[in-house]
Each structure stands twice: as C-alpha cells, then as structure tokens.
C-alpha cells in the first residue's frame, strides 16, 4: 500500500498563491504518476494537472493552464502544485492521487489512480 498526505491548503482570497504538497510513504516504489484532483461542494472528482515519474510528462485541466505548475521531488517521494492567480472557483477539497507503473495512458482519467490522500481545502474568496 502507498500512503499520500497532502497539505498547504487554507483560505486566499481571489488573484492569490497557495503551493499544495503531497507526500507518499509505504510502497512508493510501485508510484508512476502523480496528480492532483479537486472536488467542489456537490460535484464530481475533477482533473487538475498530473505528472509522470521522472517529471519530463505533465498534463493540466483547460481551466488551469498557465496558472498551476505541478512539480515533483522523488527524493522526498513528493508531488506539489503551485497555484497562483486563484479564483472562487477554483475552491474546493484538493486530493493527491498516485498510480502504480504502467504506459502513460489515461492520464486525467481518475480511475487510472490506484492510491488517494484524505484530500486538503483551498477556499477562495472573491
């Protein structure tokens, strides 16, 4: 089993910065991708960007382009996500995702992800 904590969440208001962390422990030698998913109020788990292994693949939501930067640490077994330029909704439970080793395939795709954090809140107000 693989272990994934996330922090770094909190409140901010509209046009702000928060950075997310997310650290694995237990079978990390088995974890090929990482992401990060966001779940608002009522609404579905929802892509936000993810990340192979050795940091060279990475894929973000239309609605974060240019905005969140994901980025990784294998050393500290650690997946981040810098979040600048926030808006109201981008709130909601942020959760760290990990996928054992397999082709880069279906990566927005969370069914695709074999381990989750206990997720982290990022509220923004307007």
């Known amino acids: 089993q693989v272990q994934l904590v996330e922090s770094g969440g909190g409140l901010v208001q509209a046009g702000g910065s928060v950075k997310l962390a997310c650290t694995g422990s237990?079978?990390?030698?088995?974890?090929?991708?990482m992401g990060w998913f966001r779940q608002a109020p009522g609404k579905e788990h929802d892509f936000v960007a993810t990340i192979s292994r050795n940091g060279f693949r990475t894929e973000y939501a239309d609605s974060v382009k240019g905005r969140f930067t994901i980025s990784r640490d294998p050393a500290k077994h650690s997946v981040y996500l810098e979040m600048n330029d926030l808006k109201p909704e981008d709130s909601g439970n942020y959760y760290c995702?990990?996928?054992?080793?397999?082709?880069?395939?279906?990566?927005?795709?969370?069914?695709?992800?074999?381990?989750w954090g206990q997720g982290t809140q990022v509220t923004v107000s307007s």
């Open positions: 995702a990990a996928r054992k080793h397999g082709p880069w395939s279906r990566p927005t795709d969370g069914t695709s992800y074999d381990y």
């Open positions: 237990g079978r990390i030698f088995e974890v090929d991708a």
